[in-house]
């Protein structure tokens, strides 16, 4: 369903020497023509970069008020014809990073409420999200914000000041979690902001359960409590404002709450009717971890958005203790994302392509593994590119 916009080719040149084409349209002149040289404004320019100048080659084109709409490897496009550009000064090397359309600072909402003093909300509701038979508790709570001032986008988190002491007696410090609501809350009415929450638990050395501070705290919370509040916070995880953008996310558990709000901002019907300036219309994918088909989260939700949206969204689950991977072993996130690694990887190469990972941190090593994978086919080094797609503003990751 997600096409990619660029076809790899393979290396015939030594690493560092190998050549790319860049297809540029919007081209002023270069650095040592006079100001008034004419701009070509229609068609395409095409410049033949090597793999060690690609990062600096790029930051002329920008500065000559260019656009880079391509970049292939040279040998995959022999016929075509592709003018050196002038010289200049040597800058450090690295993949090539097209400049993403960021929200300006007014657009993003920080620390309206402070630990000190925190906006006091109401809790709505408190459901769960395991179906009988999955593992562990998840909760989804929503608590009402209309008496205060505090407001958010898709992707930030808010702060939760659990009630009590510790065993010190001082008041227990906050802890982040991510906004699985639109900026609207889940009702579009703009008074309210939900959580998607699991209950840690965990054994210490004596054998003995220990349940987590706050997860515990929240997901035993009845509609009518209070809850202390502050934030909202982050900028890693914002949705790009490009409305045609390939949104690729990747998320374990309770990670999946920024995806539901990107996914719900996207295409649930009643966001799509307030949201005048934003109608996406790019490509989605969720490729979503969990370890038994009763922890998927918002499951019925999900599909059907699935079934309303096939053009535009695609899901992909990675279900651990049901499902095998090539080896036979536990099909976990990472062992999806390997096998979708080479679509992933052509999908990449179109600047209006961002990925966001969320969950659990161990997942990591294993998407870089099968990225390097993807990457190392077109002699191209995965870290040296994900840098320029982390400088990009396109490699988005919210760990724990």
Known sequence: ???????????????????????????????????????????????????????????????????????????????????????????????????TKKHSAEDVPVNIYRPNKPFVGKVISNEPLVKDGGIGVVQHITFDISEGDLRYIEGQSIGIIPDGTDDKGKPHKLRLYSIASTRHGDNVDDKTVSLCVRQLQYQNDAGETINGVCSTFLCGLKPGDDVKITGPVGKEMLLPADTDANVIMMGTGTGIAPFRA????????????????????????????????????????????????????????????????????RMYIQDRVAEHADEIWNLLKDEKTHVYICGLRGMEDGIDQAMATAAAKEDIVWSDYQRSLKKAGRWHVETY
């Open 262 to 329: 990107y996914l719900w901002r996207m295409f649930k019907d009643n966001e799509r009717a307030v949201n005048t300036e934003y109608q996406f219309n790019g490509k989605a994918w969720l490729i979503f971890g969990i370890p038994t088909s009763a922890n998927i989260l918002y499951k019925e939700e999900l599909e059907e958005l699935q079934s309303k949206y096939p053009d535009n969204f695609r899901l992909t689950y990675a279900i651990s203790r049901e499902q095998k991977n090539t080896s036979g072993g």
């Open 1 to 99: 369903m997600l096409n990619a916009s660029v076809a790899g080719g393979a290396a015939t040149t030594t690493y560092g020497n190998r050549l790319f084409i860049y297809e540029v349209i919007g081209l002023r002149q270069t650095d040592g023509e006079p100001s008034d040289s004419s701009i070509r404004r229609s068609g395409s320019t095409f410049f033949k970069v090597p793999y060690s100048r690609m990062n600096q080659e790029m930051q002329r084109i920008l500065r000559l008020g260019g656009k880079i709409v391509n970049i292939r490897p040279a040998e995959a496009v022999a016929g075509e014809s592709a003018a050196p550009l002038q010289a200049a000064a040597e800058e450090p090397a690295a993949a090539p990073a097209p400049v």
